[in-house]
């Protein structure tokens, strides 16, 4: 399996989710997050991978889960963050947004690791 990073963002607005540019899944929504790199730490892989696809600095604020089946060939790292600052549109993200938890498009979600970690982040202490 590839290790996949992911941050949920905690942004003064809500939870940043972004709908997906590219496939799979193209224009469903996810927490920005991709593969890690060879040299590259899981934790520094969520943060790079926030800012290239919606232009957020974050600071890492603790794991949310770590996700994987084993039908998959992700594992999936998900952890909490939070920034501040104004999220913007890429390449990689068709449409940005800030969603309250009462708001979240869970029809509309673009990986069922996706569900899991927001389902997580939500019950955090």
Known sequence: PKPVAC???????????????FQPNRGRWSMPGGFVDLGESV?????RETK??????I????????YSRSTDRTVVVVYA???EGTP???EEALEVQAFQPTTIPWDELAFWSTHRALRDFLSLP
Not at 52 to 57: N, S, V
Not at 59 to 66: A, F, R, S
């Open 52 to 57: 290239e696809e919606i232009g957020l600095d």
């Open 43 to 47: 934790e520094d892989a969520a943060i």
């Open 81 to 83: 963050a939070r920034a």
């Open 88 to 90: 913007n549109r890429t």
């Open 59 to 66: 600071e890492l604020t603790q794991l949310v889960g770590v």
């Open 7 to 21: 941050a949920i963002t905690a942004h003064e607005q809500g939870i940043i989710l972004a709908r997906r540019g």
